[in-house]
Every structure is written in C-alpha cells, then in structure tokens.
C-alpha cells in the first residue's frame, strides 16, 4: 500500500526556519520524483518543490525565492523541505506527493498536480507572531 506521511509542520514566528519530512512506504523511492505542495484556505493549491528520483533535478515555485530546499535520503525513505525566512503568506497545509511517472535514475521532476498520483495527508504550517 502506497503511503506518504508529512511531519514537521507547526507555529513558527515570521523570520524563522521549519524542516518538513515526508516518510514514504509501499514502493521505492528510487523510482518516483516526489514533490511538495501548499493549500492555504480559499486558496488553490500550489506547487512548492519537487525533486526528482535521481535527486539531481529540484523545481521551486516563483514565491519560494531562494528560501526553500528540498533534499532527500532514500535509504530512509524520506523526502525533506527545509524552509527558511518564512513569511505570513507561508501559511498553509504542505503536502507530499509521489509524481505518476515511474522512471529511475531520471532528472523529471514536474511541479503540476495533475502529474501526481498519491498523496500524503498534510500537515499545518502557521507563521505568525
């Protein structure tokens, strides 16, 4: 069974730094880009980042602006976003999601939800003072 699972997320003063992690099971990390995306209420989803199966290949939205950095560890199945300088505007659930295109080794790294298959439940992130 497919499974993402974010954690990380919390109150955090604008200015400060968050480190959200995505624990993968059910399939190989090393054949999946995986991406992190953003809802904020009455909001559309965003996408945040994406890192592709080989790690070579990362995508930002335009709003990250150097703040954000994705990594991941596939020995511990894992997938990071470390965010920095976090605004009020980066208030939102993040999610985790794992791209639909099977493909090791590979620099695809989409940043469309539609190029994503399964997704994790979210967790919070709130900036605010």
């Known amino acids: 069974q497919v499974q993402l699972v974010e954690s990380g997320g919390g109150l955090v003063q604008p200015g400060g730094s968050l480190r959200l992690s995505c624990v993968v099971s059910?399939?190989?990390?090393?054949?999946?880009?995986i991406g992190w995306f953003r809802q904020a209420p009455g909001k559309e989803r965003e996408g945040v980042s994406c890192?592709?199966?080989?790690?070579?290949?990362?995508i930002y939205g335009e709003f990250v602006d150097g703040r954000f950095t994705i990594s991941r560890d596939n020995a511990k199945n894992t997938v990071f976003l470390q965010m920095t300088s976090l605004i009020p505007d980066d208030t939102a659930i993040y999610y985790c999601?794992?791209?639909?295109?099977?493909?090791?080794?590979?620099?695809?790294?989409?940043?469309?939800?539609?190029?994503?298959?399964?997704w994790g439940q979210g967790t919070q992130v709130t900036v605010s003072s």
């Open positions: 999601a794992r791209a639909d295109f099977v493909a090791a080794n590979s620099d695809y790294a989409p940043l469309s939800g539609s190029d994503f298959d399964s």
């Open positions: 059910g399939f190989s990390l090393d054949y999946y880009a």
């Open positions: 890192i592709s199966s080989n790690g070579r290949s990362t």
